[in-house]
């Protein structure tokens, strides 16, 4: 367990969970690390030097408009697209120079996951098991398919699968490898009130757990309600990045900016935060 610092909301866990194995994490502040990113496709650049930090227990809701490069800051931390220019790293290790030890420690769960059609619940769960090497993972992955409310759907093929229950399925793969980093595109869409309850639930265990998470949404009452920081992007430039406390502190004093939706408006439709982003 742990305790939520004060002022900064920062969870500060007090032990780490006995399934943590990754030493190389223990004890470290920082789990999840960009420094200068940037990312152009040609003539477009997608992301600018961007840099942030996601230390163990912190949720970081990634929002900004259609275009504004919270994808592309996901894939390029997964490995699956190169950066034009800087240095990502999962626990240290440099995503593409250590690629294997930085994937070993990260899980993706993408908008639309892609399974495998033919494939069941519970031959999705012995395959990912299998590629990470989790020894004995049958209690573990049918505790996840209990909690996402799939187990007994476990013997049925991907491709027959709802589209929420196809996302709970791409979280319970994620969760089973016990990652030191989640990043979630757009966990919520699909999902009905209980799995959405069910997922922010299970997100705020595993930050106690002292799991880092980021959760890229444009679903603003959610990032507000769960996530401890906030990182505004638009057209690739980074307008904010800190707690949520320190978002309101600085903007909630003026009643027409008093919610993360206000805030969100003012700063991708102006320039107005960028003062406040670089002090
Ligand atoms: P977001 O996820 O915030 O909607 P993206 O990261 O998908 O934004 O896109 C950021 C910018 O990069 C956009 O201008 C988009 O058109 C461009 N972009 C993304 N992927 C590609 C690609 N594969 N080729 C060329 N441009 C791309």
């Keep these: ?38 990312k152009a496709y040609g003539s477009t650049i ?7 930090s996601v230390a163990p227990g912190q949720i970081l809701g990634l929002v900004g408009p259609n275009g504004a490069g919270k994808t592309t800051t996901l894939r390029a931390l997964t490995g699956m697209i190169p950066p034009s220019r800087g240095d990502l790293r999962v626990c240290g290790f440099n995503v593409c120079k250590s690629p294997l030890e930085a994937k070993r420690r990260l899980a993706l769960v993408p908008d639309d996951p892609q399974l495998f ?17 989790i020894r004995n993972p049958d209690e573990a992955a049918n505790q996840l398919l ?27 793969c994620a969760y089973l490898i ?6 979630f595109d757009e966990p919520l869409t699909g999902l009905d009130p209980r799995g959405i309850r069910i997922l922010k639930q299970s997100i705020q265990a595993r930050a106690e757990q002292g799991a880092s998470i980021i ?17 505004i992007l638009n057209r690739g430039q980074q307008k904010f990045f800190g707690t949520i406390e320190n978002l309101h502190r600085e903007f909630g004093s003026d009643d027409q900016l008093c919610s993360l939706e206000d805030i969100f408006f003012a700063a991708t439709d102006s320039e107005m935060l960028e003062a406040a982003s670089a002090s």
């Excluded at 059609?117 to 990470?132: D, K, M, N, P, S």
């Design 146 to 172: 209990t909690q996402f409310d799939l187990i007994e759907k476990r013997h049925v093929a991907a491709g027959e699968l709802s589209r929420g229950m196809r996302q709970k399925l791409a979280i319970s």
């Design 215 to 231: 959760i890229s949404s444009h679903l603003l009452a959610m990032v507000e309600d769960i996530c401890t920081h906030v990182l």
């Design 46 to 52: 997608a992301v600018r030097e961007l840099s942030f």
């Design 178 to 183: 016990n990652p030191e980093a989640v990043l």
């Design 117 to 133: 059609r033919e494939l069941t619940v519970e031959q999705h769960l012995a395959f990912t098991a299998g590629a990470y090497g």
């Design 1 to 38: 367990m742990g305790r939520y610092h004060d002022l900064s909301r920062t969870f500060i866990p007090t032990s780490y969970s006995s399934k943590r194995v990754c030493t190389h994490c223990l004890g470290a502040t920082v789990v999840i690390e960009l420094v200068d990113f940037h």
